[in-house]
């Protein structure tokens, strides 16, 4: 067994409500327009969940199952790339924590574990994750997430 001690915490806030976050990041057609792929599932405990580029090749390039899900507040995947789906040595976490300020703004937390450390899963979430993030947030604040 491959050690997997590489983790990434991501903290981002965003002026909405921990339902419309949830729905973000859950529904394929909202997803697909700040990150370009679309998140599909039909999000119950141990279903699949496939991570899908619209218009491309390899149109499933992510894949995992859903471990956990409290909508709108938490929600845990696995996380691997489609080739090597299957391998728990490949197979890493994705936690989303979402919390209700009474401020009208949302804290989410965006943790990225069990990852092993120098892959090249861990070199590109490393990259993505603040580019999906920041869409994420321009998205809901604005209606356009950014052109990457």
């Known amino acids: 067994m491959t050690v997997k001690s590489a983790s990434f915490v991501y903290v981002t806030y965003i002026r909405t409500t921990p339902e419309e976050l949830f729905k973000a990041i859950t529904a394929p ?22 991570h899908v580029r619209a218009n491309d090749e390899r149109p499933v390039e992510i894949v995992g199952t859903v471990v956990e899900i409290d ?41 990225h574990d ?20 920041s869409s994420l947030k321009s998205f809901i604040e604005t209606g356009t997430g950014l052109d990457f």
């Open 29 to 50: 057609e909202i997803a697909r327009r700040y990150w370009g792929h679309e998140n599909v599932s039909d999000w119950t405990p141990g279903s699949k969940w496939e």
């Open 114 to 133: 069990q990852l092993q450390p120098g892959s090249g899963m861990e070199k590109g979430i490393s990259k993505g994750w603040p580019l999906v993030l």
């Open 71 to 111: 909508p709108p507040r938490r929600l845990v995947l696995t996380w691997s790339a489609a080739s090597k789906a299957g391998d728990p040595d490949e197979e890493s976490r994705v936690v989303f924590e979402i919390e209700g300020l009474d401020t009208g703004m949302v804290k989410l937390v965006v943790t």
